[in-house]
């Protein structure tokens, strides 16, 4: 059984900094497309990052040079760095790991920019 585990939200000020994990078990996520996908009350949960088995990464155009998206192998996870975070960035974050036409979600991971 997949399970994707996401943690490290929570409220920040504006210009700061957090580092969410997915934590992965019952699937290996250095052979899948793994993602970070935000949602926010009325509107369609939107891509953040992706990171593929070979570390190509994909960023949303409102996170590019604030975020990071990277793997770590031997723990079996994939962390978002998110810097010079703003109130617009407040949602549900979730993972999403995918292969082979299979489609894996975490249970999301609350973080909230606010002074």
């Known amino acids: 059984q997949v399970q994707l585990v996401e943690s490290g939200g929570g409220l920040v000020q504006p210009g700061g900094s957090l580092r969410l994990s997915c934590a992965a078990s019952?699937?290996?996520?250095?052979?899948?497309?793994t993602g970070w996908y935000r949602q926010t009350p009325g509107k369609e949960r939107e891509l953040v990052a992706v990171i593929t088995s070979g570390y190509s990464t994909t960023y949303a155009d409102s996170v590019k040079g604030r975020f990071t998206i990277s793997r770590d192998n031997a723990k079996n996870t994939v962390y978002l760095q998110m810097n010079s975070l703003k109130p617009e960035d407040t949602a549900l974050y979730y993972c999403k790991s995918s292969r082979q036409g299979f489609n894996y979600w975490g249970q999301g991971t609350q973080v909230t920019v606010s002074s």
């Open positions: 019952g699937t290996i996520l250095s052979m899948n497309t």
